[in-house]
């Protein structure tokens, strides 16, 4: 019985992504346009993998034809570990949120001691995606549609 428990834990024990699982977010390679802005506003992100250890993106978020907030985004291998990197004017410098999950189509990265959001998580369906940042016991959604290239 005690094997048997082993067994489950060990099968259901999430496993910390590393460099070698890279490969896996290809998917979100692309320019992605905002579905759930605000009525007047807009927002988009866009992705592209600039090496075989680096994402670059860009996280753009516009009032009418003014742009009110952006954010440059990184996903990076550090430590053998996959890293988000968040470069936001509110932020004194950069901040590291080391991923958790990774799967073919989502993943989850967090950093338990950064004021907001704690945990960042990208969920893709189809031409979909999803992204939620969380902490505090406060979430905001982002939802998004790929733009054809």
Known sequence: ??????FFLACNAQVTPVAGDFEKLQWLEGNW?????KPGRSGHERWVKTSESEWRGWGVSMS????TFVEKLKLV?????????????????VVY???????GDRFTCENPEHDFPKKIF????????????????KSIEYLFEKKPE
Not at 1 to 6: F, I, N, Q, S
Not at 33 to 37: K, L, P, Q, V, Y
Request: glycine share 10%; aromatic share 8%.
């Open 77 to 93: 291998i550090r430590d053998n570990t996959i890293n988000y990197v968040a470069d936001v004017p509110e932020n004194k410098g």
């Open 97 to 103: 949120f080391k991923f958790t999950e990774l799967t």
């Open 122 to 137: 990208y969920e893709r369906n189809g031409n979909k995606l999803k992204a939620v940042v969380s902490g505090n016991g």
């Open 33 to 37: 346009t905002r579905t759930n802005a």
């Open 1 to 6: 019985m005690a094997l048997l428990l082993a």
């Open 64 to 67: 009418g034809n003014d742009t």
